[in-house]
């Protein structure tokens, strides 16, 4: 606000789902909340002289969120779409992802996105693994809040698979040691991720993405990214 005084801290309000690791999630030991997501939207804000504050929230909350002005920004593995793009501004895209399927490892019988056709599929309300797994032919489709859930309910056995982003499934066998599950399938379609802001905010959207181009730049986005991913 430019009435502050210079010694005022601008603050980013931020929501995220953190439950989608390794983008955001809650640290075990610290609770705060961390990931690719969270050091990317910290690091943006520091480059844009905000404080950024963490609001962890469940994910068809989000866009309401900035609907309703609660939060600012939302940092939490958004995927672009035409539809989100009626109602929010997206930054230019910052990482690159797509859809994958998650199966028992003993499963033999899924291969890939045809052979879900009337299967038992786990998603996360709101997402676009969601919109497209009710695409999928005489599929039964069941919504949890969080990708976390969506897993224990395949552990479980009361679904056939999970479809959910790549990056996220493969984070998930890594740390479950790839005994019960793994991935099969090639992605079912690119998805970018984007930072979302409200419909008429496209001040803070330019400001993320000249903030972006910066830290791609000066090697900050480099190092966040071989941090969460490796190479
Ligand atoms: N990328 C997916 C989407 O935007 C899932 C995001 C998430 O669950 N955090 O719908």
Avoid: H
């Avoid at 999630?25 to 961390?34: L, P």
């Avoid at 786990?122 to 919504?143: L, N, W, Y």
């Amino acid at each position: 606000c430019s009435k502050e005084g210079a010694s005022t801290v601008k603050v980013l309000k931020v929501g995220t789902d953190a439950g989608f690791a390794p983008f955001e999630f809650q640290d075990e030991k610290s609770k705060e909340y961390v990931g690719f997501d969270m050091d990317l939207i910290k690091a943006l804000g520091k480059q844009m002289g905000y404080e950024v504050q963490i609001q962890n929230m469940n994910f068809d909350g989000l866009i309401p969120g900035l609907e309703v002005n609660s939060i600012d920004a939302v940092a939490s593995g958004m995927t672009i779409t035409e539809a989100r793009k009626q109602k929010v501004n997206f930054t230019k895209p910052y990482y690159q992802a797509g859809l994958t399927i998650v199966v028992k490892n003993d499963n033999n019988a899924i291969k890939n996105f045809k052979d879900l056709e009337g299967k038992k599929i786990a998603v996360q309300i709101g997402t676009t693994g969601a919109a497209e797994a009710k695409k999928i032919k005489d599929a039964q489709v069941r919504e949890f809040n969080n990708a976390p859930e969506a897993f224990m309910e395949l552990k479980a056995g009361g679904v056939d698979a999970v479809v959910n982003d790549k990056p996220v499934n493969e984070y998930y066998i890594a740390q479950s040691g790839s005994k019960d599950a793994k991935t099969v399938g090639e992605p079912l379609q690119a998805e970018e991720y984007g930072i979302a802001v409200a419909k008429k905010n496209t001040e803070l959207a330019g400001k993320l993405d000249k903030a972006l181009d910066e830290l791609k730049k000066n090697g900050e986005y480099e190092k966040i990214y071989v941090k969460w991913f490796g190479k």
